[in-house]
């Protein structure tokens, strides 16, 4: 069982950055594949990152290029996601989830998830 806490969402300008972080339960994080996920109103849930157990980051949505670095601190058992240049098309609650493989977070089926954190940019 892993249990995944984000925090670090809020209201922030267009423009502006927030570093969200994900911390988790448990002494097997390390073998975790990780995801940060977001979902707008009316809108599927997307991958927006995801990174390895290694630490190496394998896929960023076309959307957040260049915007978005996804990194992790296996001693710490954390996950991040620090979001610059952000727009208002950024808003949605983000989400942290945890992936037996690399597989799973990349389509969309890691076994464990956080509740989300909201984050809201103003234009």
């Known amino acids: 069982q892993v249990q995944l806490v984000e925090s670090g969402g809020g209201l922030v300008q267009a423009g502006g950055s927030l570093r969200l972080s994900c911390v988790a339960s448990g002494r097997t994080f390390s073998s975790y594949a990780m995801g940060w996920f977001r979902q707008a109103p009316g809108k599927e849930r997307e991958l927006v990152a995801a990174i390895r157990t290694t630490g190496a980051v394998v896929k960023y949505a076309d959307s957040v290029k260049g915007r978005f670095t996804i990194s992790r601190d296996n001693a710490k058992n954390m996950v991040y996601l620090q979001m610059n240049s952000l727009k208002p098309e950024d808003t949605a609650v983000y989400y942290c989830?945890?992936?037996?493989?690399?597989?799973?977070?990349?389509?969309?089926?890691?076994?464990?998830w956080g509740r989300g954190t909201q984050v809201t940019v103003s234009s």
């Open positions: 989830a945890a992936g037996s493989t690399i597989f799973l977070v990349l389509n969309r089926g890691p076994e464990y």
